[in-house]
Every structure is written in structure tokens, then in C-alpha cells.
């Protein structure tokens, strides 16, 4: 100025920025940890289902399963990865039979919340149930209902349980071989 060098500085905090800076990348990669994780699970469907039955069957059965973690999986980002009500799992779990829900399909239970991890086994659980019931139980005809029903024990350990009951299906007898749904039911969804 008035030819004398000046030295000018502009200090802007960047504080914001960077903070969001590091929350995108955590986000990144937990979003990449969860994307290989149902991969995984993906993987383990698909091996378990090739198990039986022939490539349409396959295909067919490969593509409902897929569905049914894609609907957990859904309501996991809709609620920003903190967990899922259980009465939303179910409902998204059974989207394909909600003209029962009320009269067919009953639910019942306290407001409860699953973790994520929690909600991707009972998720593959309850659209198991729900094709089984379909294809052999209770939904096969015009007259049976499922009751799903949930509760929380308290003690020094609080435990969740939940309850699948069938009535007016037609007679069920013991399955002749261990299927998917025994493998999800007594292994992923414990």
C-alpha cells in the first residue's frame, strides 16, 4: 500500500469441514465392512440353497431369499444402521401377505428395538417361517393364521423371545431332511 509491501492473511477455520471429512470416511468404511458382510451372507444363502433341487427351483428360491434380506436391509439404512422395530422386521418380512395382517397374520408385542446383526438373522428367520407357512402351513389355505408374538423377559440378563404359531393349516408332518430354514432358524437367527 502507497508502495510499501503488505502482507495480507485469511484464517478461516476449517474445523466443520474436516470433522465432516472423517464422518464420510468412517462412514465409507462402514459401509464397506457392512457390504462384504452381506455379501458373506449372500454366499452362505446361495451354497445352502444349491444344496437341493434343480437350477429353476434354484434361481427361484436363491432370488426369494435375496429379497427377504434386501427388505432387513432396507429398514437397516432407513434407520441410519441403528437397529429395526421388531414389528417393522415382521411386517417387512410378510409385505407379501399384508392384506392378512390383522385377520390372518397377527402380531403382537411390546415396542422393541434389534440391532442390526440381530435384525439380519431373525430378518432371514421370519422369511423362512413365512414361505414355509405358505408352501405347507397355515397361509397354504384360506382359513389358517400365524401368530407372531414377542416379548422381553427381565432379569439379570434380559432376554428376547419371539413365538411363531400356526393354527388351521393343514396337518404338518416331521420334515425328512434339514432344509435352509433349520440351518437360518438354529444357527443364524440364535
Known sequence: ENGHPVIQCNIRDITERKTTEEHNKLLMAEVNHRAKNLLAVVQAVAQQTARRGDPATF??????????????QDLLVK???QGVGVADLIEAQLAHFKDLFGTRVLIDGPPTHLKPSAAQGIGMALHEMATNAAKYGALSNNSGRVRIAWRITTGREPMFSL????????????PTHQGFGQLVIGRMAE
Open 59 to 72: 434361481v427361484a428360491q436363491l432370488c426369494e431369499r435375496i429379497d427377504g434380506l434386501a427388505a432387513s
Open 79 to 81: 434407520n441410519e444402521w
Open 163 to 174: 413365538s411363531w404359531q400356526e393354527e388351521g393349516g393343514p396337518k404338518v408332518a416331521p
